[in-house]
């Protein structure tokens, strides 16, 4: 039997005080906040009294650090699967906002040839492609209850954009994932649903700084 739900969990706040986006590079795991918040997303799905057979998350320390918590309130161990991943970005390790921002040099610039693409890092049709094959074999391979997906704020706004029939390029200023935001999907037919959105962290997130997401 399949998986009942399926949950996308975002990590939470990244430890980065020189504040660059650090895509997929090594040494960038949770703040203390970030660990809270982790905590939080992990009380939500304890509390809603539904069984969890699977936790799966991107290969990255941040995603593996938010799935402990899951993985201690379940009694679970989470695999990886690095479909999940964060996608490639030229601009990792840069700042990319301020005076020092690498959008303001100009070696720069053909990397921000076309936004639609985007011609800075993995196209956006090849996040949703993988993401949404991920979540398609976590559904498949559970044995009854829910799956939780642990990953990133791109991926998972990829998955919300392909379901709703959305075009994927947009304005990342407008994606609705906030840090251990959680994203559920349920199998309708032969086709994902969203079917909730969850922001157990939102007490925590004035005092968050989320500038490192690709």
């Excluded at 407008?174 to 840090?179: G, H, Q, T």
Aim: with cysteine; charged share 25%; hydrophobic share 40%.
């Amino acid at each position: 039997m399949p998986a009942d739900q399926i949950h996308l969990v975002r990590h939470g706040e990244v430890f980065n005080p020189q504040r660059v986006l650090y895509g997929r590079l090594d040494g960038y795991g949770l703040s203390e906040l970030g660990r809270q918040m982790a905590q939080a997303a992990a009380d939500d799905l304890a509390s809603r009294g539904r069984p969890v057979a699977a936790i799966v998350a991107s290969p990255l320390q941040r995603t593996r650090e938010s799935a402990a918590p899951i993985e201690h309130a379940f009694g679970l161990e989470a695999s990886i699967d690095p479909r999940l991943i964060e996608p490639e970005n030229r601009f990792e390790g840069k700042r990319m906002l301020g005076e020092q921002s690498a959008l303001k040099d100009p070696r720069n610039w053909r990397h921000l040839v076309n936004p639609w693409r985007p011609s800075w890092g993995e196209p956006f049709r090849s996040i949703s492609t993988r993401m949404l094959a991920a979540i398609d074999d976590a559904w498949r391979a559970a044995d009854g209850g829910d799956v939780v997906l642990v990953s990133h704020q791109l991926p998972i706004w990829m998955v919300h954009r392909a379901l709703a029939g959305a075009s994927l390029p947009h304005d990342p200023r407008k994606r609705r994932c906030a840090l251990s935001s959680i994203t559920t999907l349920e199998r309708r037919g032969d086709r994902f649903v969203e079917v909730d959105y969850r922001d157990p962290a939102a007490p925590l997130s004035a005092s968050a700084t989320d500038v490192g997401a690709v």
